[in-house]
């Protein structure tokens, strides 16, 4: 080995309980709406720094009388980010993304500046995030256009067309990729909020009736596999019941039909786990840690 790589050596660490179950937990909580994500996002430990795209209303489901009677009101602080517009219609060289990173990076200088003691970071959605990488990349692929290429596409924006094409969702992903990489290395919780995907199919061949296949996090293509591998646990939010007997809950397992899973299993019910409490899951996955320390 030469000198500089002797430089960079890397020293193990003991293998311990608490050296992995007290890390940073990373969830990606997804669902239709209405199922009470931001519900459950909201119950992390807090302080929070929520990034809410487009809508910082998102955040209201806090001051709900429910929330309130469940969980008493939350420090947290809120930075929400919209797209430039022109008559409704997205701009040249949009800013969406750009200003989404340009938040993260503003929250950690005020972060560490104020000594606001952070410990969640909520992004709520994922779905208007990947809204925005797409308006990148499909201004990315308009500049790289060929000029007879490009002729095509400014007589479409001039119309207010600004569509994908298949190179433009490879953009995305890349875009995604590196955004989800980028805020697992924080040092913080990371509870990342997503709509769901559905896939159905004919009851048989030529049927107009179909059946559900499976329901998947909402991401681009093949990020439908690839985004939740990132995550320690993948928690699809549900409704049960109706009325006053409606309860809220996740499941974290996957079954035939529902990807799901967490990393712990045991801790909270694979099934149902009814009006979850990221805060206290995260207690829980830390005494077991201690309890193995113990044995």
């Given at each position: 080995?030469?000198?500089a790589a ?6 193990p660490?003991?293998?311990?309980p608490?050296l992995i179950l007290?890390e940073?937990?990373r ?7 209405g199922t009470?994500?931001t519900?459950t996002a909201?119950t992390a430990?807090e302080?929070h720094?929520?990034?809410t795209?487009a809508n910082?209303?998102e ?5 709900s009388?429910?929330f ?11 930075t929400?980010?919209k797209?430039?517009?022109?008559k ?6 949009p800013?969406g ?11 950690l200088?005020?972060?560490e500046?104020?000594g606001?003691?952070v410990k969640?970071i909520?992004?709520d959605n994922?779905t208007r995030?990947?809204e925005?990488?797409?308006s990148?990349?499909?201004?990315a692929?308009y500049?790289?256009?060929s000029?007879k290429?490009?002729t095509?596409?400014k007589?479409e924006r001039d119309?207010g ?10 953009g995305a ?16 919780h990371?509870?990342f909020i997503a709509h769901d995907y559905?896939?159905s199919?004919?009851?048989y061949?030529g049927?107009?009736e ?7 996090p909402l991401?681009?293509g093949?990020q439908r ?5 990132k995550f ?8 049960s ?5 409606r309860?809220?809950g996740i499941?974290?397992?996957?079954d ?8 712990v299993?045991g801790?909270i019910?694979s099934s ?7 805060g206290?899951i995260?207690g829980?996955?830390q ?7 113990q044995e």
């Open positions: 080995m030469n000198d002797e430089d960079q050596i890397i020293i660490e003991r293998g311990e608490s007290t940073y937990e969830i990606l909580l997804y669902g239709p709406g009470g994500k519900f909201a430990p302080p720094w929520w990034l795209p910082k209303g955040a209201k489901t806090m001051y009388e429910d309130l009677e469940k969980h008493g009101r939350k420090e947290y602080f809120i929400s980010v797209e430039a517009r022109v409704g219609q997205v701009i040249d060289n800013p993304y750009d200003r989404c990173c340009l938040a993260v990076d503003g929250f200088e005020t972060n500046k104020e606001w003691g969640t909520i992004v994922a995030l990947e925005y990488m797409m990148k990349a499909i201004f692929e500049m790289l256009a000029s290429e490009k095509v596409l007589a119309y067309i600004r569509k994908p094409h298949d190179s433009t969702y490879g992903q890349s875009f995604m990729d590196r955004w989800v990489n980028w805020l697992m290395e924080l040092p913080f990371l509870v559905e896939v199919v004919p009851i061949e049927a107009r179909r059946v559900l296949k499976s329901v998947r991401f681009v093949v596999t690839s985004v939740p591998n320690d646990s993948v928690w699809y939010s549900m409704v019941g109706g009325g006053r007997s309860t809220w499941q974290s397992q996957r035939e039909i529902i990807e799901a899973r967490t990393r299993g801790i019910d149902y786990e009814r009006d979850p409490d990221i206290e995260i829980q996955f005494a077991h840690a201690a309890s193995l320390e």
